[in-house]
Protein backbone atom coordinates (compact mmCIF):
# COMPACT_ATOMS: atom_id res chain seq x y z
CA UNK A 1 0.00 0.00 0.00
CA UNK A 2 1.19 3.60 -1.28
CA UNK A 3 1.74 6.11 1.62
CA UNK A 4 1.17 9.54 0.95
CA UNK A 5 3.26 12.03 2.38
CA UNK A 6 0.76 14.40 3.15
CA UNK A 7 2.20 16.88 6.45
CA UNK A 8 -0.46 18.61 8.91
CA UNK A 9 -1.09 21.85 8.54
CA UNK A 10 -1.65 24.29 11.65
CA UNK A 11 -3.55 26.89 11.12
CA UNK A 12 -3.53 29.55 14.48
CA UNK A 13 -6.17 32.58 13.93
CA UNK A 14 -4.45 35.76 15.34
CA UNK A 15 -6.88 36.74 18.22
CA UNK A 16 -8.77 40.13 17.06
CA UNK A 17 -9.99 42.97 19.76
CA UNK A 18 -12.64 44.86 18.71
CA UNK A 19 -14.02 47.70 20.81
CA UNK A 20 -17.30 48.77 19.73
CA UNK A 21 -17.16 51.61 22.16
CA UNK A 22 -15.27 55.11 21.19
CA UNK A 23 -13.06 56.05 24.57
CA UNK A 24 -13.67 59.62 24.55
CA UNK A 25 -11.59 61.45 26.89
CA UNK A 26 -12.76 64.99 27.07
CA UNK A 27 -15.24 66.07 29.49
CA UNK A 28 -18.12 68.93 28.77
CA UNK A 29 -16.49 72.22 29.22
CA UNK A 30 -20.01 73.88 30.13
CA UNK A 31 -21.87 72.78 33.15
CA UNK A 32 -25.45 71.22 32.77
CA UNK A 33 -26.56 73.42 35.47
CA UNK A 34 -24.73 76.66 34.22
CA UNK A 35 -27.76 77.21 31.94
CA UNK A 36 -28.63 80.22 33.38
CA UNK A 37 -25.29 82.08 33.03
CA UNK A 38 -26.81 83.64 29.71
CA UNK A 39 -30.02 84.58 30.57
CA UNK A 40 -31.25 86.03 27.51
CA UNK A 41 -30.62 82.43 25.98
CA UNK A 42 -32.17 80.26 29.00
CA UNK A 43 -35.51 82.45 28.44
CA UNK A 44 -35.42 81.94 24.87
CA UNK A 45 -34.94 78.26 25.38
CA UNK A 46 -37.89 78.21 28.08
CA UNK A 47 -40.15 80.14 26.66
CA UNK A 48 -40.22 79.48 22.89
CA UNK A 49 -38.80 75.74 23.39
CA UNK A 50 -39.66 74.57 19.49
CA UNK A 51 -37.64 77.97 18.24
CA UNK A 52 -34.40 76.84 20.41
CA UNK A 53 -34.55 73.49 19.37
CA UNK A 54 -34.93 74.30 15.49
CA UNK A 55 -31.35 76.95 16.23
CA UNK A 56 -30.05 74.04 17.87
CA UNK A 57 -30.57 71.21 14.96
CA UNK A 58 -29.02 74.10 12.94
CA UNK A 59 -25.94 74.31 14.59
CA UNK A 60 -25.34 70.79 14.22
CA UNK A 61 -26.32 70.75 10.80
CA UNK A 62 -29.46 68.63 11.28
CA UNK A 63 -32.65 69.80 9.24
CA UNK A 64 -34.89 71.63 11.09
CA UNK A 65 -37.74 69.36 10.83
CA UNK A 66 -36.19 66.14 12.38
CA UNK A 67 -37.06 67.66 15.78
CA UNK A 68 -40.77 67.09 14.89
CA UNK A 69 -40.20 63.76 13.08
CA UNK A 70 -37.55 61.79 15.02
CA UNK A 71 -38.88 60.52 18.98
CA UNK A 72 -36.61 62.01 21.39
CA UNK A 73 -34.83 63.71 18.88
CA UNK A 74 -32.82 65.92 22.01
CA UNK A 75 -31.05 62.87 22.92
CA UNK A 76 -30.06 62.22 19.38
CA UNK A 77 -28.37 65.67 19.14
CA UNK A 78 -26.98 65.21 22.30
CA UNK A 79 -25.13 62.08 21.20
CA UNK A 80 -24.30 63.57 17.81
CA UNK A 81 -22.67 66.87 19.47
CA UNK A 82 -20.98 64.23 22.20
CA UNK A 83 -19.20 62.11 19.46
CA UNK A 84 -18.46 65.32 17.38
CA UNK A 85 -16.32 66.89 20.29
CA UNK A 86 -15.41 63.51 21.25
CA UNK A 87 -17.21 64.15 25.17
CA UNK A 88 -17.09 60.87 27.47
CA UNK A 89 -20.52 59.34 28.08
CA UNK A 90 -22.94 57.22 26.70
CA UNK A 91 -26.43 56.67 25.58
CA UNK A 92 -28.04 55.78 28.28
CA UNK A 93 -26.81 59.10 29.96
CA UNK A 94 -27.49 61.30 27.62
CA UNK A 95 -31.20 59.80 27.45
CA UNK A 96 -31.66 60.16 31.07
CA UNK A 97 -30.26 63.80 30.65
CA UNK A 98 -32.70 64.76 28.12
CA UNK A 99 -35.60 63.31 30.19
CA UNK A 100 -34.76 64.64 33.58
CA UNK A 101 -33.80 68.49 32.15
CA UNK A 102 -34.46 68.77 28.77
CA UNK A 103 -33.99 72.51 28.62
CA UNK A 104 -31.16 72.37 31.01
CA UNK A 105 -29.35 70.00 28.32
CA UNK A 106 -30.36 71.71 25.09
CA UNK A 107 -28.78 74.53 26.76
CA UNK A 108 -25.47 72.33 27.76
CA UNK A 109 -25.13 72.01 24.47
CA UNK A 110 -25.30 74.61 22.71
CA UNK A 111 -22.97 76.66 24.92
CA UNK A 112 -20.29 73.82 24.65
CA UNK A 113 -20.53 74.31 20.82
CA UNK A 114 -20.12 77.79 21.32
CA UNK A 115 -16.78 77.70 23.67
CA UNK A 116 -15.78 74.90 21.18
CA UNK A 117 -16.15 77.94 18.40
CA UNK A 118 -19.57 75.60 16.74
CA UNK A 119 -21.52 78.78 17.44
Given amino acids: MAQFGHQPVF ?3 QPVV ?6 FADDWRVGLCSCCND ?9 CWPCFVIS ?3 KIDESCISCWCVPNALAVYRMKVRSTLRIKG ?7 TI ?9 QMRNEL ?6
Fill in 99 to 107: CWCPCCAGL
Fill in 11 to 13: VTA
Fill in 90 to 96: DSCNDCC
Fill in 18 to 23: INPFHQ
Fill in 39 to 47: VTQCCYAYF
Fill in 56 to 58: LAG
Fill in 114 to 119: IERGFG
